[in-house]
């Protein structure tokens, strides 16, 4: 079966992407789809989510300078079938030394090439930082689909405009012409304000196609369960945020023909 990469991406920090990304995965992962999570955020919150140790020179930093390969850099998780690629502060630095480079924005497709090539993962998910920079760029580059988290909260709206530009901006260029948007993936629902409900509403009048049916709840459990190093499954399997997980990850399977 061929590897489906996704990119999670949004511009606004704060909004689920990291979140999103490890228990998307973990659910995936525990529905036997072998799965890598990329941790392209300097700041490494998926690498300590998935209960791993921030260590120098573990990340994609040193493949991206063609220093050593991906592959030799992705370590297992102890959720069966999801592995990780690390990061840590080092890639701060990429920011800045990949706009120096030919081919600046196709740097990480190429870095993913072997990791693609070993057939070992069904789905790769980019977890990207808070901004459309060097390192979510090349994500965008990168990726087949693009998934976007989007709170149920004021202004949302707004950056998704900018983002989808430039999922447009990319395919004409033809740096990434196959890139699409998979999906939005409303996060943050306070079922008890209407505001979040509006916000669900506008976005279903305008990208209705597009939005799963699964809406992630604003919870206390979900921003605990980082800090200990744990997905939602481990930490509160029994939960809203768990369910929701769960439900989400059946819709991409079922979506995007994940399964083995």
Known sequence: MATTIFTIANQKGGVGK?????NLAAAMAAKKISTLVVDLDPQANATSGLGVEKTEGASIYGPLMGEGTAEERVVATTTPNLYLLPSEVDL???EIELSQREDYLIQLRQCLAGVVASGHYRAIILDCPPALGMLSMNSLAAADYLLITLQCEYLAMEGLGQILRVVEQLKEAEVNPGLELGGIIMTMFDIRTNLSHQVVEEVKTHL????????????IRLGEAPSYGQTIFGYDPGSAGALAYQNLS??????????N
């Open 18 to 22: 990291t979140t999103t990304a490890i």
């Open 92 to 94: 701060a630095a990429v």
């Open 208 to 219: 209705k196609d597009k939005m799963f049916k699964t809406v992630i709840p604003r919870s």
């Open 250 to 259: 059946r819709e991409i399977i079922t979506r995007f023909g994940l399964r």
